[in-house]
């Protein structure tokens, strides 16, 4: 007996000495500590982590991960955001060490974890979203003014959810009070799930709800086209200032020098006549002054402006003012002109009521060329919102073999369907069908020569008024001049290469123009919105419009007109 109590003393003071050396080595080798208040800091973490014997919550999961001695990164594997121990100190946003190689590395892994925390944002983001709809289902399908509980917590689960979407972004990480509301509205939508089990009606629903939302999307971008048309037919406040001072200007000159000169140039056929239809200043200059810049042959060159009576005085001051010497310029106003028919304004208006885009009166003065200018053989027919970069000079020295119209086609050579008559004529019509070929190219209006000697001898002005006949019947085509032209002029358009017309410069959704692209094109079509005499313009396009204006002359620094 006294043998096995001694025996039992002695294994017990020999654990005693085993013990007492490890525990003494241990509490050597801990992290150093700066300061009483980290060390508490320290020893709490650490104890926490003991308590929780490696099992922690779902708003408390950390992994622990050893640096060396440096020190100890704490990782929240819900939100993927670490918080870093630095030698006591604790930190979001990666690992500082004295180590380049260390700290490289724990950048790209702080990195990392922010794409993989903005991405299950935009997850959650989708889910709540999602949520919202069903639960706004759900809400249609109780009995009209019921005020049951579950109705009740359906419109105050939207109301929160909402107020989380409000304050959420995919670069900002979601809190743990959001994550908790989604869990709420899960629950939520579950016992609604089961209030209302008939699928067809909520298949129904859904329907009815997908149908009132997209023709509210409908209206509004029914509403916002309208609205951007209406900017880009307003004037802006220093063009409306430019036309006044001119009108000034206009009635303070003499009845003698309000007249051109080289008057009886205007319709020698043996020059180059370019027409412009426009009510705006300042896109007939540049379009008049690149023209001549970059001719060869300026003193050959006569341009024949036609605006309305309203415009006449301001539009006639300006080049009084601004002579574009070499070159022969006339100023017409369209209530002037004799051989339009008696419907001209009327034949048109069918199809484009309300919309702005259509109801200006010079988009189709260009269908009665041959009336305007009887005794002109050719004629270059320029919209107002070109810009020319090169010699057209060679354009009238192209054989146009018999052909009406000479321009750019719209498509190229991908077998794209986009530029295609067929997707501006209605060919379910039979009358267009038997006469049109749908997968012919679209060609563009902006810079066109007109044969006027053929266009008449194939009467081609006839043809335009039995279509406008034809179209008040039904509906041929869509809106706008292009369908029109590419009737009247279906096998009579000679194409030239794109690179001569450039087009597209005026839209934000048009393709990217390229720099080389921009360099090589003869002329610049600024067709769309985005005109370049607007604040909407883009400016990456406006740079070769604007040099063609002299921004010091008076009269545009009086009205504040600047690049």
């Known amino acids: 007996m006294r043998q096995s109590v001694l025996l039992r003393r002695v294994l017990l003071l020999g654990l005693f000495f085993v013990v007492l050396p490890c525990f003494l080595f241990m509490m050597l080798n ?81 990195i990392e974890t922010k794409k993989v925390s903005a991405e299950v944002t935009r997850e959650k983001i989708w889910e709540m979203e999602d949520q919202v709809i069903m639960a706004q289902a759900y809400l249609r399908f109780a009995p009209p003014g019921s005020n049951s509980h579950l109705v009740k917590e359906l419109k105050l689960r939207i109301k929160e959810i909402q107020r989380v979407l409000a304050d959420t972004t995919a670069n900002k990480r979601l809190s743990r009070s959001a994550l908790q509301k989604i869990r709420q509205m899960e629950a939520t939508l579950f016992r609604a799930q089961a209030a209302y089990p008939d699928c067809a009606a909520m298949a129904t629903k859904l329907r009815a709800m997908t149908y009132n939302t997209e023709e509210q999307l409908r209206t509004q971008q029914n509403q916002a086209s309208y609205l951007t048309q209406l900017v880009a037919r307003t004037m802006p406040k ?109 034949s048109f208006k069918f199809h484009y009521l309300g919309d702005l885009r259509f109801t200006s009166r010079f988009n189709y003065l260009r269908f009665y060329l041959p009336q305007i200018f009887p005794s002109l053989s050719k004629i270059l027919l320029l919209d107002h919102d070109v810009v020319v970069r090169k ?85 041929l085509w869509k809106t706008g001049i292009l369908p029109i032209g590419q009737m009247v002029f279906y096998n009579h358009t000679m194409a030239l290469d794109r690179r001569w017309h450039l087009l597209g410069l005026g839209q934000s959704s048009f393709r990217v123009v390229s720099e080389l692209e921009l360099e090589r094109a003869t002329v610049l079509h600024y067709n769309g919105n985005m005109k370049p005499w607007l604040e909407m313009s883009i400016p990456k396009y406006r740079v070769y419009w604007v040099e063609y204006l002299n921004y010091n002359n008076s009269l545009l620094l009086k009205c504040n007109i600047h690049k």
């Open 30 to 110: 801990l992290p150093s500590t700066n300061s009483k208040s980290e060390r508490e800091d320290f020893g709490r973490e650490s104890s926490g982590l003991v308590k929780n014997n490696g099992h922690t919550s779902d708003s408390q999961k950390l992994n622990v991960i050893e640096e060396g001695t440096e020190g100890i990164v704490y990782k929240d594997e819900s939100f993927h955001t670490p918080v870093v121990r630095i030698n006591g100190s604790l930190g979001k946003g990666g690992l500082v060490s004295d180590g380049d190689g260390r700290s490289k590395q724990n950048q790209s892994t702080t």
């Open 238 to 346: 220093g063009l409306h200032c430019l036309s006044l001072s001119l009108i000034s200007e206009y009635f303070g000159l003499d009845t003698e020098k309000r007249l051109f000169p080289r008057g009886n140039f205007v319709e020698d056929p043996q020059l180059y006549h370019y027409a412009v239809f426009s009510d705006n200043v300042l896109a007939c200059a540049v379009v008049v002054n690149s023209t001549i810049f970059n001719s060869k042959e300026a003193d050959k060159i006569v341009f024949h402006i036609i605006t309305d009576s309203q415009n006449f005085p301001a539009m006639s001051a300006w080049f009084l003012l601004n002579p574009p010497s070499p070159a022969t310029i006339q100023i017409q106003a369209i209530e002037n002109l004799k051989n339009l028919p008696s419907n001209f304004t009327s």
């Open 391 to 475: 010699d057209l000079g060679e354009l009238w020295r192209i054989d146009m073999e018999g052909y009406v119209n000479l321009a750019a086609e719209a498509c190229d050579n991908t077998g794209d369907s986009v530029n295609r008559i067929k997707t501006i004529l209605n060919f379910s019509e039979p009358v267009i069908a038997s006469k049109f070929d749908g997968d012919t190219c679209i060609w563009a209006f902006g810079m066109n020569l007109f044969d006027l000697d053929e266009w008449r001898r194939l009467d081609l002005t006839d043809a335009l008024h039995k279509w406008l006949q034809l179209g008040k019947e039904g509906q």
